[in-house]
């Protein structure tokens, strides 16, 4: 595989791909969605919840708090996460920034080639 060139994408460009790819996984999409219902949680809610391996929910806790979505903090022997309302809203604003940029010629999506 070959290396990514980031450097010819502006900052903003590169840190929606960021995001856009953490969220990339179905299990990140609970585990977010788990997060903003219960405003926090303990990893051993999450296995229980997602039914996924401890281990596996790690790896993918690790990889939202990478990017800052998610925050930790250490309890005794075990670790509460909740979203980053921060990086939440910047997040938030990228994204509807990114989408609001479309103007439909349309409000159909068709087989006929009418938007091209």
């Known amino acids: 595989m070959g290396v990514?060139?980031?450097d010819l994408f502006s900052a903003?460009?590169?840190?929606i791909a960021l995001v856009?790819?953490?969220l990339a996984h179905p299990a990140r999409i609970a585990i977010i969605q788990y997060l903003l219902k219960a405003n926090s949680c303990i990893n051993g809610d999450l296995v229980q919840e997602l039914g996924l391996a401890q281990a596996t929910i790690s790896q993918h806790l690790r990889e939202l708090k990478d990017i800052g979505i998610i925050q930790g903090t250490i309890e005794g022997v075990r670790m509460n996460y909740c979203i980053c309302p921060?990086?939440?809203l910047s997040v938030q604003q990228q994204f509807n920034q990114l989408f609001e940029?479309?103007?439909p010629v349309s409000n159909t999506c068709g087989d006929d080639d009418s938007c091209c």
């Open 12 to 15: 903003a460009q590169n840190e």
């Open 86 to 88: 921060e990086k939440w």
């Open 20 to 22: 856009a790819k953490a």
């Open 4 to 6: 990514t060139r980031t």
């Open 101 to 103: 940029q479309y103007i």
